[in-house]
């Protein structure tokens, strides 16, 4: 069982570019979440989804977007990255929607934007 | 709003025994964890409290002050192992996790 996969790994971006982070979790849970991690902020909330189909907005939405289209994949976008969206993102998953389930995070993907 | 406060670093020596606090503001309150992180791994959940008192899990305990606002981590018989960060996070909103900053642990021999 893999749990949570999350591709890429790391990657460089120039500033404009579009990038999409995936998400890909096998343990059937209802739902996922997008945070961003920075030195010194701690977790910080993007997105969210409960269950499949819905969305929800985080702490810091703004210049991120996300679908669920299935229960499985929670992808993240960046529609045109700048270089304040250089950050660790990590994403979680718990069976139950509400927060109070205990969350299991992916091993996150490293971005850096140029 | 939200306001969950850590300390940011603590050291401690192997075998010893050490206290992470945290103390949380938060608009309301459905429960709160803790999670270690390793230096450049993911989050690993730790404990879960919801009531007032005491959580044991073998090396670490997690005890929850609902009226006070007050968690803290204790973690027992250190190992070098557990030099990582440790992170309180609170469920507020109905929707997700509010976290602290973290507590950078070094444990040293």
């Known amino acids: 069982i893999a749990g949570i996969t999350q591709a890429p790994t790391s990657q460089i971006l120039a500033a404009g570019r579009r990038m999409t982070l995936r998400c890909t979790q096998d343990m059937r849970h209802n739902a996922m979440y997008w945070y961003r991690q920075d030195l010194g902020l701690g977790l910080r909330l993007i997105h969210y989804?409960?269950?499949?189909?819905?969305?929800g907005k985080g702490e810091v939405p703004d210049g991120y977007s996300v679908s669920r289209a299935n229960t499985d994949d929670f992808p993240l976008t960046l529609a045109s990255a700048v270089p304040s969206q250089t950050s660790v993102y990590f994403c979680?998953?718990?069976?139950?929607?509400?927060?109070?389930?205990?969350?299991?995070f992916g091993p996150g993907t490293r971005l850096t934007v140029l | 709003g939200q306001n969950i406060d850590q300390p940011t670093e603590m050291t401690a020596t192997e075998g010893a025994i050490v206290q992470i606090n945290c103390t949380y503001q938060?608009?309301?309150?459905?429960?709160l964890f803790w999670y270690q992180q390793h230096a450049g791994e993911a989050p690993t959940f730790l404990s879960y409290?919801?009531?007032?008192g005491l959580e044991e899990k073998g090396r670490f305990s997690s005890f929850l002050s609902r009226s006070k606002g007050y968690s803290y981590l204790l973690l027992k018989e250190l190992q070098m192992k557990d030099s990582a960060s440790y992170l309180c996070?609170?469920?507020?909103?109905?929707?997700?996790?509010?976290f602290g900053k973290g507590t950078s642990l070094l444990v040293t021999p």
């Open positions: 938060t608009s309301g309150f459905n429960g």
């Open positions: 996070a609170v469920e507020d909103s109905g929707y997700a996790l509010n």
């Open positions: 409290n919801v009531l007032d």
């Open positions: 979680a998953s718990s069976i139950l929607a509400g927060g109070t389930d205990t969350q299991y």
């Open positions: 989804s409960n269950t499949a189909g819905t969305t």
